[in-house]
């Protein structure tokens, strides 16, 4: 049996849509994160952050990629 297509698009609007709000999460945490005035001692050290970026980034620019391209 064939799946039809377009609810699969639908589905996947939603998805970037979902991944969306998840990136904005994880950029306003590492911004948080970051900032000792916010964390105190309990600071991220750059060697966790530098991957948090670079897995955000990276992240951020498919989910604007996908909604440009609808």
Known sequence: MCIPIDPMIRVLRWSAALIGAIVAIMAVMLLLA???AVTGRLQIPRRL???????????A???LVMFATI
């Open 34 to 36: 970051t900032r000792p």
């Open 49 to 59: 952050g530098v991957p948090g970026w670079l897995c955000t980034g990276p992240t």
């Open 61 to 63: 620019a498919a989910v």
